[in-house]
């Protein structure tokens, strides 16, 4: 039996606004998005004068930007202003649930609710629902990391 793990997870904006990065790449409307405005900025100014071209293709880099830039204050607002990051936080793990668990509140995901568990370099993705996911930290778990492989194994998720 695999003992329970708990964990003060760390909350940072470069983190969360990587796995929304991430998680915006994996979706087909981002890609869609991004065909359409090529498409519309450069394929379909080819036959414009030289002038329009550029400034096309510096509207698409700006708007490119833009996506980035809101993203970034997205994930810094999702920090700055949830009430319940203020709090101590603990995210609890065992055979049956994971559990968010503050001073205020308490949370539990069922494991046979949870949709995949991915590893990244950096962090373990639990995916609660098709986009979205919990960002659990490689380095919030030290020590832990092989007991965390070892749970997600014996749950049968995919890993």
């Known amino acids: 039996m695999i003992k329970e793990i708990k964990i003060k997870p760390t909350f940072l904006v470069r983190e969360i606004f990587k796995v929304n990065v991430y998680l915006m790449s994996k979706s087909w409307k981002t890609w869609a998005l991004l065909f359409f405005l090529i498409y519309f900025f450069i394929i379909k100014s080819l036959n414009d004068p030289i002038n329009t071209v550029a400034l096309k293709s510096l509207a698409l880099v700006i708007c490119v930007l833009f996506f980035f ?3 970034y204050k997205k994930s810094k ?3 700055s202003e949830n009430p319940r990051l203020k709090e101590d936080i603990y ?3 065992n055979q049956e649930y994971f559990e968010e668990k503050g ?3 308490s949370v539990k995901h069922y494991w046979k609710n949870v949709i995949k568990i991915e590893e990244k ?3 373990f993705l639990v995916y609660i629902k098709k986009s979205n996911a919990m960002i659990i930290r490689k380095n919030d778990l030290k020590e ?3 007991d965390f492989k ?3 194994k014996n749950i049968n998720l995919k890993a």
């Open 91 to 93: 995210f609890i793990f």
């Open 103 to 105: 001073d205020t509140f």
């Open 150 to 152: 070892k749970l997600i």
């Open 69 to 71: 830039l809101s993203l």
């Open 77 to 79: 607002k999702l920090i």
């Open 144 to 146: 832990q990391i092989t």
């Open 121 to 123: 370099r950096d962090w």
